[in-house]
Structure formats: structure tokens, C-alpha cells
């Protein structure tokens, strides 16, 4: 922001502008790069130790701690993970628009909740699989390219899928209550 005093920077070569809109054999170089990347992550949550941590500390960050693993570095990388994800995110972005600014990505922030909650991600931790937010991932963009041929406006589409992500995160929270107490359901 102190840089730019909030304007967008643009005009970056052409050649910078391949990885987001061209493609290769018909397929979009941004979903290639989703593939892969999604086959790394897949990789490193479920065939590293690191990524067992990850999930050991997502559950119960203070028994992962007393199995003597150090759940401050764990988390460390996950930062450094996200910090990834987001730079890879603002290369295809700033790609495929041509220019930047600093705001660029904030629009997405509830449709990445959202498609992580739809994919089965456990809001309170312990709990998600990449393949889960593949197909939330699928299911947001059908649901969006579908509402955006039909002429709905986005700040309708916004609200969809704030009501999607409420009816998930309800339908979670009323499922763990029912696995929490069984006795109840009994009486």
C-alpha cells in the first residue's frame, strides 16, 4: 500500500501473461497448476510426517505436543504452506489480469472458505482432505459459471454462497452434536 499509495501496478510482459491464459494441449495452464499443486498438497498431508503433524495438531494441539512433537514448528510450516498456496494463487491472478493491486484477491476469501467447508475441512480443525476441497472446488464453479450465464448479478452469487456455507457449517455442527452424544438420540 505504501508503495503503490493504493493503485494497481500493470504492464507486465507478455510473456508473464502465458501462465494465466494460454494453454497447453486444449488444457488452461491455471488448471494444470491446480492439478499439480493439489497432487503436492495431497502428497505432503497424507504420505509425510509433517503432514500427519499437521493434522495430529489440527485435532489436539496439546496431546501433539506431549507426543513430543514440536506443534509451534508444525504450524510454522503450515503458515509458510499457505504463504505458498498464495503466491502461486497471485502469479495466476496478476497473470491473467495483467495488472495488481493489493486488494486483488479479497473477493475470494468467502468462496475459499466455502469450498474448503464444502469439501469436508473441519472448521475447528483435525480434519480435511484435498480431494474434498477438489470437488467443493468443482461444485462453486459449476454453481457459479451456471448462475453468471443465467444473468444473476454476483452480489446475489455472494450471497448463495454465504448461504451454502452457513447451511455446511450447520449441517456439521448438528452432525458432530449427534456423534458427540448418542444417548441423546437413544432417548
Known sequence: MLATKGNSVSGFPD???????????????????????????????NKTV?????????????????????????????YLFSALMAAIAAVIMTS????AKVDLGSSYQLQSIAVAVLGGTSISGGYGKVIGVIFGTA??????SGLNLLG????VINILIGVVLIT???????????????LKKAA
Not at 494465466?20 to 497448476?33: C, K, M, Q, R, T
Not at 461444485?139 to 457459479?144: A, D, M, N, T, Y
Not at 455446511?168 to 448418542?182: D, E, Y
Request: proline share 6%; glycine share 6%; hydrophobic share 50%.
Open 50 to 78: 509433517w503432514g500427519r503433524s499437521v493434522y495430529m495438531a489440527g485435532n489436539n494441539p496439546v496431546a501433539t505436543r506431549f507426543s513430543g512433537i514440536n506443534t509451534r514448528k508444525v504450524i510454522m510450516y503450515v
Open 168 to 182: 455446511v457449517l450447520l449441517i456439521n455442527f448438528f452432525t458432530a452434536n449427534a456423534k458427540r452424544n448418542p
Open 152 to 155: 444473476v448479478p454476483s452480489m
Open 15 to 45: 510473456s508473464y501473461s502465458v501462465i494465466g491464459n494460454n494453454s497447453v494441449l486444449g488444457i488452461p495452464i491455471p488448471v494444470i497448476l491446480f492439478g499439480l499443486v493439489a497432487l503436492a498438497a495431497w502428497y505432503l498431508t
Open 139 to 144: 461444485i462453486f464453479q459449476v454453481l457459479s
Open 96 to 99: 491473467r489480469y495483467n495488472s
